[in-house]
């Protein structure tokens, strides 16, 4: 498995941004698609964005579709979530994860994931 460590979140006002990051450890990181989850309170962990082990293959949810970026630097083990025009509804625990096929094509691939960052965005 992978350790991975978020950095990054905080509070910031509707039409903000933030730019999440997390560096991986312990698996070669250019072979593992990353991904980013969030979790809302009182709801269940959802899907927001993952790329695969190239950075060729990109996937959103549509409520991010525009507003969300994520990037990886694979020299630096790390992958990043641009947020901009954050709503309050992008509210949650935001969770970094590790898919070792290297697609990212289903949220049940991923076997490693972070401790969580929250990311508040007020109105």
């Known amino acids: 498995q992978v350790v991975l460590e978020e950095s990054g979140g905080g509070l910031v006002q509707a039409g903000g941004s933030l730019r999440l990051s997390c560096v991986a450890s312990?698996?070669?990181?250019?072979?593992?698609?990353m991904g980013w989850f969030r979790q809302a309170p009182g709801k269940g962990r959802e899907f927001v964005t993952s790329i695969s082990w190239s950075g060729a293959t990109i996937r959103y949810i549509d409520s991010v579709k525009g507003r969300f970026t994520i990037s990886r630097d694979n020299a630096k083990n790390t992958v990043y979530l641009q947020m901009n025009s954050l709503k309050p509804e992008d509210t949650a625990v935001y969770y970094c994860a590790a898919d070792p096929t290297g697609w990212g094509r289903a949220p049940t691939d991923f076997d490693s994931w972070g401790q969580g960052i929250q990311v508040t965005v007020s109105s």
């Open positions: 312990g698996r070669t990181f250019s072979k593992d698609a």
